[in-house]
């Protein structure tokens, strides 16, 4: 049995299985780095404060570094009877430097420590989630543009509602992401906050300075309650809860990118290299990398759930329960850098099957709309037009045609004022291009949007 750092009390032997089941080692060493940044500052400061001696520091910061430097070249071992991240560093510290290294954990406590680590690991996180998301958010604007003219079927219910630009349709993901960026940005605020110096619980007795350390981790604000400093977990439900929303958004896209490439609707094709076929039918090419990320939006709400239960009925302080605040938050932030990643590379080779999309909106009743519209503007009331219009579809079902193959005759027969212009009128293209309200379909329009859109970025 290695001596435990809190020995002292304890008459009887730990149990190795125990002991396994106590450790947090096995996840938590993904935090060495702000571990270790966080006990640099923490010596800095005891030094500046004559707490401990300039020698000494000088001892905890060569050996801090060094242990990094093992860390990175695969040379660290870590011990489940050490628990965790902090008291594995510690024990490396007291092995290289012996005594000094002893002095580290002076007016400091692990649950301050793992707090600050948390603090650094998730803005550092966060960050790398922001930037994940203006590339999704710049792949859109550059396909958007690069297909401005395209038009397809626009739906509600999943029935052919109206034509709009494919432009328009992708970039309503755009503003989806704008949001999440714009949570993920203010939840920021929250995260960015220093609670070394809290202790255990209530502070300590030492003349620290706390603003010191917050200054040199770089940490925009600082915990006010030590109590509060060592509890706070909302920094995480927050993250959990901006990731989840932001799976929500790249699951519907890929319900669309899967309802896409159907060979029903063919709209699109995705990659080789972002599908997968089958061990047994040789024809096929499934969406896998789109269906894995919608999947995977069950697993981050899943750990918001349980970041919710853990935390309720919690009292104050600290608890062990708190350990549990990792595996599903590490996991989340894997989940949505990578399918970020991978949404990103799908739209980047994707192909739009142009001939295909065109025809699919000539040979619908999207159009009937516009019919209806047609009407009001020679006087009759929307609601007449409406069954006028609705006959007139019920009349195509029926002959197997659509209204743009219905004769001038047939249209007077069902209203006097229609004229031979409503050819021109019922073509998709005019259909999208008379959409002239702001944030519309039209061609113009979206390029407006497209523009508000860049200035986002
Ligand atoms: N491994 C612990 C965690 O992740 C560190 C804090 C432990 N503090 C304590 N007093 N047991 O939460």
Known sequence: MSK????????????????????????????????????????????????????????IKAGLLSILEDYNKGQLTFSVSREDIHMNVEAALIEKI?????????????NDQVATDMHLFVKKEVNAVI?????????IIDLAEAHIDVIMPGYTHLQRAQPILFSHHIMTYFW??????????????RIDLSPLGAGAISGTTFNIDRFQTKDDLGFEGIYHNSMDAVSDRDYIVETLSNISLSMVHLSRLSEELIFWTTD???????????????????????PDMAELIRGKTGRTSGHLMAMLM???????????????????????????????KIM????????????????????????????????????????????????????????????????????????????DDIYN?????????????????GTESVKQQIEVAKNHM
């Open 4 to 59: 435990k750092a809190w020995g002292g009390r304890f008459q009887e032997e730990s149990i190795s299985w125990v002991e396994e089941f106590n450790a947090s080692i096995h996840f938590d060493k993904v935090l060495i780095e702000e571990d270790i940044n966080g006990s640099l500052a923490h010596a800095g400061m005891l030094a500046a404060q004559n707490i401990i001696s300039e020698d000494e520091y000088s001892q």
């Open 98 to 110: 012996g005594s000094a290294g002893g002095k580290l954990h002076t007016a400091r406590s692990r």
């Open 131 to 139: 930037q994940a998301t203006e590339m999704l958010q710049q792949t």
């Open 176 to 189: 989806m992401l704008e949001r999440d960026k714009s949570r993920f940005n203010d939840s920021l605020k």
């Open 264 to 286: 029903e609707a063919n709209f699109v094709t995705l990659s080789d290299a972002f599908t997968t076929g089958s061990s047994m039918m040789p024809q096929k090419k499934n």
């Open 310 to 340: 853990l935390l309720k009925g919690l009292p104050l302080t600290y608890n062990k329960d708190m350990q549990e605040d990792k595996e599903g938050l590490f996991d989340s932030l894997t989940t949505i850098k990578g399918s970020l």
């Open 344 to 419: 990103n590379g799908m739209l980047e080779t994707l192909t739009i099957n142009e001939a295909v999309l065109e025809a699919a909106v000539n040979e619908d009743f999207s159009n009937a709309t516009e019919l209806a519209d047609y009407l009001v503007a020679k006087g009759i009331p929307f609601r007449d037009s409406h069954e006028i219009v609705g006959k007139l579809v019920l009349t195509c079902i029926n002959q197997g045609i659509y209204l743009k193959d219905l004769t001038l005759e047939a249209f007077k027969d069902a209203s006097e004022v229609i004229e």
């Open 425 to 441: 009128i019922l073509s998709p293209k005019v259909v999208v291009n008379r959409r002239v309200s702001y944030g519309s379909t």
